[in-house]
């Protein structure tokens, strides 16, 4: 059974540097194909992707967001963390992690965030 | 940058079909994928390689993708298939993934 679940700070303060934990089970992140995500949704918007990483410890950026973002793994832990620095309000929002899965001989879905986290809130605000 | 643009908003009665589009340039090219969030939880994936139904997933729901756009098609859209609906791609190793706009589905 996949599961996902995301932990980190409900609230922070701007300029500070927020860390964010993944914890997943019922796969390994070092199969091949494997890769987890980070999207995040602002109230009332869309989802953003903003980060991935895959098994051979590939990182892969949302653009815009690259030079505030680190995404890392702990394969032993089964967990993924995602740092961002120098926040705002703007980057208030609910963090969802997913796992995505790409050229794998695993059989399922591909191409696609396939399982999710319920999210966490997080606030940003002097 | 990589843009997926969706209809802000669909509106069908129950029974009957609804259709979603999502949008990009030579998108046909990508592989699509589509989840379905209901409000106040986490997004579940209904679509994948443009067509592909993950296991669970009634068989009303389908997909396509050609040109520049794909297309989610709900058949006999039922009360419980009301939310927001948003298309995703993986783009390139530069862009990453790309989600589309979202579309909420009201069924009157």
């Known amino acids: 059974q996949v599961t996902l679940r995301e932990s980190g700070p409900a609230m922070a303060k701007p300029t500070q540097t927020l860390t964010l934990t993944c914890t997943f089970s019922?796969?390994?992140?070092?199969?091949?194909?494997?890769?987890i995500g980070w999207i995040r949704q602002p109230p009332g918007k869309a989802l953003e992707w903003l980060a991935l990483i895959n098994w051979a410890d590939d990182k892969f950026y949302r653009e815009s967001l690259k030079t505030r973002l680190t995404i890392s793994r702990d394969t032993s832990d089964n967990q993924v963390v995602l740092t961002m620095t120098n926040v705002d309000p703007m980057d208030t929002a609910t963090y969802y992690c997913?796992?995505?899965?790409?050229?794998?001989?695993?059989?399922?879905?591909?191409?696609?965030?396939?399982?999710w986290g319920q999210g966490t809130v997080v606030a940003v605000s002097s | 940058s990589y843009e997926l643009t969706q209809p802000p908003s669909v509106s069908v009665s129950p029974g009957q079909t609804t259709t979603i589009t999502c949008s990009g340039h030579n998108l046909e090219d990508k592989f699509v994928s589509w989840v379905h969030q209901k409000e106040g939880q986490a997004p579940l994936l209904v679509i994948y390689?443009?067509?592909k139904r993950p296991s669970g997933i009634p068989e009303r729901f389908s997909g396509s993708n050609s040109g520049n756009t794909a297309t989610l098609t709900i058949f006999g859209t039922q009360a419980m298939d009301e939310g927001d609906y948003y298309c995703h791609a993986w783009i390139s190793r530069t862009t990453g993934v790309v989600f589309g706009t979202g579309t909420r589905v009201t069924v009157l």
């Open positions: 997913a796992r995505f899965r790409r050229d794998t001989p695993v059989s399922g879905p591909s191409d696609a965030f396939d399982f």
């Open positions: 390689l443009d067509a």
């Open positions: 019922g796969f390994s992140l070092t199969t091949i194909g494997m890769y």
